[in-house]
Nanobody
Framework: QVQLVESGGGLVQAGGSLRLSCAAS????????MGWFRQAPGKEREFVGA????????YSANSVKGRFTISRRNARNTIYLQMNSLKPEDTGVYLC??????????????????WGQGTQVTVSS
């Protein structure tokens, strides 16, 4: 069974940084896109960024461009989300996802088949 395990969340002050990791196991990576989503209390789950496992192409939501960077490390079957200049509105549970998605659908949560349990990120003002 495919497993995605996130780590690296925590409490940070506004302007600070965090790096999230997502380790994948039992996943046939070829053709897969790995994504990061976040969900704040009472809000819809929203796309943050994604990376294509095959060619490393990355995608980012407009709300995080210039602040967040997504990357992958093939040898460790792991993707990362480097978050800089954090804002209180970045607070939420950050979830890792995997799926075979087309480029136009990279931000669509319903197209991702596998999900991790999430890691909490709290940004204080």
């Amino acid at each position: 069974q495919v497993q995605l395990v996130e780590s690296g969340g925590g409490l940070v002050q506004a302007g600070g940084s965090l790096r999230l990791s997502c380790a994948a196991s039992r996943l046939t990576f070829s053709g897969y896109t790995m994504g990061w989503f976040r969900q704040a209390p009472g809000k819809e789950r929203e796309f943050v960024g994604a990376v294509s496992w095959s060619d490393g192409q990355t995608y980012s939501a407009n709300s995080v461009k210039g602040r967040f960077t997504i990357s992958r490390r093939n040898a460790r079957n792991t993707i990362y989300l480097q978050m800089n200049s954090l804002k209180p509105e970045d607070t939420g549970v950050y979830l890792c996802a995997a799926g075979i998605v087309t480029t136009p659908s990279v931000g669509r949560k319903d197209d991702y088949r596998y999900w991790g349990q999430g890691t909490q990120v709290t940004v204080s003002s």
